[in-house]
Each structure stands twice: as structure tokens, then as C-alpha cells.
């Protein structure tokens, strides 16, 4: 039978002429299938159906390339505002062990649910998982529709501190070659499944968790199956200077040394870097990563909630380095993660004239769509996958409109998100996804969760501290009486 033909007349297109994206007015586009067909002002052949986007935007969707969909939503509540100054602010080895602590295996799929909600109502139509339950996962991608890079993750070793000041690192290369051949083969036997909308990531931990051994053969493995490589890096200061202590060099130039870097490899962060200020180290990291021809996946609001920026967006693209985005955190969503980028470069920089809008959409597209080797995503042009995302308009906050793009990464919300196409398939339709859960009842689902994750803090912190004492509330508990107040009864 063959595939029915969609019309989408729009007033405004975000097109692909082959080379770069382009502003078409009152233009259309027709799928086929899951495959765009046309793009133009005027379709002469016919149609199944016809999809009124006229008011509206049409527009690629986005590719979220650093993402934790298993764990990142109970993020929320917890991890803000606290992170120690011998750990540089960062809260991966006090705030990340103990909120693992508490999480099951329920908590897991409550997130991965529900983290599939977010990431569709706020445009993301392409998603690389860095987590622990893969088949879970690569379902709810069949479920909800969603395009999923899936990488089970795996490491020689781990971090930890014992008192708060220092961080340590306890080693299994056994249990790490185990973890690395499970995921080879999960990745052999669903890369490419459920229609193509599941493909297989190679996700190697941290530089500072994984051994020489275990990154070799990763690259090696990479290059046999034809799968993306990601592995995070120069994400801490800790980190940075650890490889340092180890090795000599910086954590990229390592990686530089053995071999790993290549354009099949995406980086997670790379923002404390040999020539930053952050690191204190001379020597040129930029320069090492654009020679190679990697890629970086930036995620923006996880470092500047503490105070921490990637020196900067502008000049990681003046050298030549493919940038594209990611979320990592809560709140999950790319059109934070592009406002974040522009804004933050921008005071880096002290240039309004830099990041800008169309810097971070072709970031959030094209940069995601090389980053995983795919030119047939984050365009909308003839021969790409059908993958869109129609954004209003006429709303509080996309009018008046004269610029669509300078508008979804200024001034766009999530309800501005009207549909989103994935592979053909229409996904979420008038804010809401046909047939998903109440976003109430998947709230409620993921509050127990973090209930349980919460009562469970003491569990993973070194010294045993309760989520309160860990990250306290940000105002006292009140009874409601004023000091000093009398009831009614007296």
C-alpha cells in the first residue's frame, strides 16, 4: 500500500536549500511516509491529508545530544544552589551519589516516562540516552514515537569521596569489560529497531572512570557497528586536574594521544579546557578538538546554575569545532538549552553580536544531525526524515513575529510547541500527545519517586546526611503562627 502524503501549508518555513537553512514564507511541506518529499511555495500533485499551519512556523525538530532521561527529572528540588568550593561548584561527587542512592528501578521508568513527555512538548524530536535501562527506554521511544540514540553506559571505575574534601576514584576493569560487551551487544541486536526510530550509542562514562584499555576498544567497536561514540569530559575541574596528576597533559589531549578522538565522537561539555580560565593550564584544547573533527555536546544550564560558562559558544565556532546541544539536566528542554547558550556567550563574550540566534538553532539541528553522522535530520529538505515541529505564532509570546527563528530561541515557551512530527508520525498534536498518560497522573507517578529518592539521601551521602541537611529548603518550615501569636481558643 503505499505511504499516504501529508501537506503542511505554513506561513513560515525553516528550510534547507541543501547547504544552509532558509526563511520561506507561506510556503509547503509534503511528506510521504516518513520522508519529506517537497518543499516549496506551490505543490502541484496530490494529497492524503492537509495540515493548516497557517499563523504558525514550521520547523525542524530538535536534536537533544547529552541527555540522562532515567534520572535527570529528580534533579528537581534537589541539586540547585549547593555545590562545594573544593569541588569548584560542582555537584557531581556529593549531590549525583546520593540522589542515585535512593532510585530503583520504578524511579527509572518513571523518569524515562516522563522525560519523554518533556522532551516532546518542548520540540526535541532526536534524543541520545546516556542510562542504565536500555529496553525500557528503546519502548517508551517505540510508545511515545520518539527518535532515540540509546547508549547503556558503562566505566572501569568510580568516584566517590569518604569526607567531603577529596574525591577518589575505587576500580573494576573486570565489571567495566563486562558492562562494555553487554553493550556492544544490546547495541548489535537493536540498532536500527522499531522502524529505525532506535539506534545504538556507545556511551563509555567519564574520561577519568574509563581505563586506555576500555576507550581503545570502544573506538574500535564504534567503528564496526557505524555507531556514535560520547563519553563525558572536562566537565570539573577535579576531573581536569586528576588527568593531569595521571597523565601529564589535559583530559582532551589525552584522549587526543590514544587515539580517541575522531569525528564519530561526540564529547559530553569539554568547558574546562587547557587555555581556560577555569583550568589555569596552558595549552590549546580548542585547537585539539577542531583538528580531530569531534563534535561537542554543550549543555549550558547545568553549568550555569553554578556558575560556571563554556569560554565561549562564539569562539568553540570560530575554530571550527561542529557544536551542538544538549540538556543533561532538568528542565529538559532545547529551547532553554539555546537561550542559555546565546545568553551566556553573549556575557562571556560582552558581545551582543555573537551566539546568536541562528548559531544556537543550527546547533540544536544541523550540529546534532553531524554530530551523529545523519544528513537526513534537522532539515526540513527534500529526501530528510520527517521530523518536524509547528510552533505558533500568534501567542503571548511569539507575537508579533517577523523573525521565527530570533523568536523560539528568545522568547518561545513550551506552549508554543503546537505539533511535533516524528519519522511521519504526528506525535504531539495541539499541546498534547494522543494517547499518553495525564501529565497530572505521570507527575504524581514521578513525585513518588522523588519521595523515595529523597528519603533515601543518607544512604549514598559519605556522611550521612539527610536530603535537608544536604540541600536545604530554601526557606524554613512554618506552623503558620507568628512568634508569640495566641490561638483563637485562648
Request: glycine share 10%; hydrophobic share 40%.
Amino acid at each position: 500500500m503505499p505511504a499516504q502524503r501529508t501537506l503542511i501549508k505554513a506561513s513560515h518555513i525553516i528550510a534547507h536549500d541543501g547547504v544552509k537553512h532558509r526563511h520561506l514564507r507561506d510556503g509547503v511541506v509534503v511528506l510521504e511516509g516518513d520522508t519529506i518529499v517537497f518543499v516549496g511555495r506551490k505543490f502541484e500533485g496530490t494529497t492524503d491529508n492537509v495540515i493548516d499551519a497557517t499563523g504558525r512556523i514550521a520547523a525542524p525538530g530538535f536534536i537533544d545530544t547529552h541527555i540522562h532521561m532515567a534520572g535527570s527529572p529528580l534533579d528537581k528540588s534537589f541539586v540547585e544552589d549547593h555545590g562545594k568550593r573544593n569541588f569548584f561548584n560542582s555537584g557531581l561527587f556529593e549531590m549525583l551519589p546520593a540522589r542515585s542512592a535512593g532510585q530503583d528501578t520504578a524511579a527509572n521508568h518513571a523518569c524515562v516516562e516522563f522525560s519523554m513527555l518533556e522532551l516532546l512538548h518542548t520540540g526535541t524530536t532526536t534524543a541520545l540516552e546516556l542510562g542504565p535501562v536500555p529496553e525500557y527506554t528503546a519502548e517508551q521511544a517505540a510508545r511515545f514515537g520518539l527518535r532515540t540514540y540509546v547508549g547503556p553506559m558503562y566505566r572501569s571505575g568510580r568516584w566517590h569521596t569518604d569526607d567531603g574534601r577529596t574525591v577518589k576514584y575505587a576500580w573494576d576493569e573486570a565489571a567495566g569489560m563486562a558492562a562494555f560487551e553487554r553493550a556492544v551487544a544490546w547495541i548489535a541486536k537493536n540498532d536500527g529497531t522499531h522502524g529505525g526510530l532506535v539506534k545504538g550509542l556507545l556511551s563509555p562514562s567519564q574520561v577519568d572512570t574509563c581505563s586506555e584499555a576500555l576507550l581503545r576498544r570502544t573506538r574500535e567497536a564504534g567503528t564496526r557497528l557505524r555507531v556514535p561514540v560520547t563519553l563525558h569530559v572536562s566537565q570539573s575541574v577535579n576531573e581536569f586536574h586528576e588527568m593531569v596528576r595521571r597523565h601529564g597533559c589535559s583530559p582532551i589531549e589525552w584522549l587526543r594521544d590514544i587515539g580517541f578522538l575522531a569525528p564519530e565522537v561526540i564529547l559530553g561539555h569539554a568547558i574546562i579546557l587547557a587555555g581556560g580560565s577555569w583550568a589555569q593550564y596552558a595549552g590549546d584544547d580548542i585547537g585539539v578538538m577542531a583538528e580531530s573533527g569531534c563534535s561537542v555536546a554543550h549543555a549550558p544550564w547545568v553549568f550555569a546554575r553554578r556558575g560556571i560558562a563554556m569560554e565561549s559558544f562564539s569562539r568553540y565556532l570560530k575554530a571550527g569545532i561542529n557544536l551542538s546541544l544538549g540538556t543533561d539536566t532538568a528542565p529538559q528542554s532545547m529551547i532553554e538549552a539555546m537561550k542559555f547558550a546565546a545568553v551566556v556567550s553573549k556575557i562571556i563574550d560582552r558581545q551582543t553580536e555573537t551566539a546568536t540566534a541562528a548559531d544556537v538553532f543550527n546547533a540544536a539541528t544541523l550540529g546534532g544531525a553531524k554530530a551523529i553522522g545523519r544528513d537526513d535530520l534537522g532539515r526540513i529538505a527534500r529526501g530528510a526524515k520527517a521530523d518536524l515541529v509547528i510552533w505558533e505564532g500568534e501567542s503571548l509570546w511569539m507575537s508579533p513575529l517577523r523573525d521565527p527563528v530570533k523568536n523560539i530561541v528568545f522568547s518561545a515557551q513550551a506552549a508554543d510547541v503546537n505539533t511535533v512530527i516524528v519519522n511521519g508520525r504526528v506525535v504531539l498534536r495541539d499541546g498534547a500527545i494522543p494517547g499518553a498518560p495525564d501529565i497530572k497522573a505521570m507527575a504524581r507517578k514521578l513525585q513518588q519517586s522523588g519521595e523515595r529518592v529523597w528519603a533515601n539521601i543518607a544512604r549514598g551521602d559519605w556522611a550521612g546526611r539527610d536530603a535537608d541537611a544536604l540541600s536545604p529548603q530554601s526557606f524554613e518550615g512554618w506552623d503558620g503562627e507568628e512568634p508569640g501569636s495566641k490561638t483563637l481558643a485562648d
